[in-house]
């Protein structure tokens, strides 16, 4: 059961300002204390209002994350280290992080309140780049993905891919995406990946335009080290995680991708069905006109 909760708000879309008063009132009404992430409109709603990096010296036992799938990358960013658990709330488009659409925002509520719910630990993937020079940078921690891509240059380039300290081969494509089960559904799909379910102890590689019809995406055991060599580029590359922190590389750089120590508490309600999900979302089963 909960019963201090806070909110962090994508104010950028549309109805969001609606809909968190929406919630702040059935939150209030049923008997939460609530702190909002600080914002103009959030302290127009209430006067407890703090940085969504200070919710845990505030008490707060959960976090209701409004907006759409980015936003919840967002949030995880945020909390970083608290594993403060994160909802859901549904204000984008696709949403499968933010599965909880508007009209179940009142019982998604009640169900915290109740303690109807379970906490999904979703695996997350540690990484860090270390250039010809020997020096390494780490990137923050990626719940969706790590991707290395050509960045603004035209040109294919030409990556290694190395597993376990086992080269698998050199491919000539514009980049490679590192998935989660979570990010399954994210840019690794969109790149002809397979969808993994969140509880499956697995990454999956997919390769970005690849220069050839037989490079396929593999999946891998979550315990893989990853290594992406940057073998021939004529400009700098990016190297991102979730969408965020980019970072150059050059030729000579290598990418090193594992299981991160620290895993993304993700609340999902009693009852969640993840195959749901994907029907919803992906219209599986209807026959398009």
């Known amino acids: 059961m909960m019963r201090t909760i806070g909110v962090i708000t994508n104010f950028s879309k549309e109805r969001a300002v609606e809909l968190l008063a929406e919630v702040v009132a059935c939150a209030q009404g049923l008997g939460f204390e609530l702190w909002l992430q600080s914002s103009t409109h959030a302290g127009q709603l209430s006067s407890q209002c703090c940085a969504a990096e200070c919710f845990v010296e505030k ?23 608290r594993q403060l658990p994160m909802m859901g709330l549904n204000i984008g488009s696709l949403g499968y992080l933010t599965s909880v659409e508007d009209h179940q925002y009142e019982e998604a509520l009640r169900h915290l309140y109740n303690g109807s719910y379970y906490v999904s630990h979703r695996t997350a993937l540690a990484l860090k780049v270390i250039n010809p020079a020997g020096e390494t940078l780490a990137l923050p921690g990626a719940l969706n993905d790590a991707v290395v891509s050509r960045g603004a240059t035209g040109h294919a380039v030409k990556l290694e891919l190395i597993l376990d300290k086992m080269s698998v081969s050199q491919f000539l494509c514009d980049g490679i995406i590192v998935a989660t089960p979570t990010g399954s559904t994210a840019y690794s799909l969109a790149a002809g990946g397979p969808i993994v379910m969140p509880a499956t102890p697995a ?67 009693q009852g969640y069905n993840p195959y749901e999900v994907l029907r919803r979302k992906l219209s599986w089963g209807s026959r398009g006109t």
Request: aromatic content about 2%; some cysteine; overall charge negative.
């Open 59 to 81: 008490g707060v036992e959960g976090v209701v994350v409004l907006g759409g799938d980015g936003t919840m990358l967002d949030a995880a960013h945020q909390m970083g280290d």
């Open 203 to 269: 990454f999956v590689v997919s390769f970005i335009c690849p220069h050839s019809l037989t490079s396929r995406p593999l999946v891998l055991r979550d315990t893989t080290k990853i290594v992406i060599k940057v073998i021939e580029c004529t400009s700098p590359m990016l190297v991102s995680s979730d969408g965020r922190c980019n970072e150059l590389v050059t030729q000579g750089c290598r990418i090193e991708i594992e299981k991160n120590t620290l895993t993304v508490p993700v609340i999902e309600l």
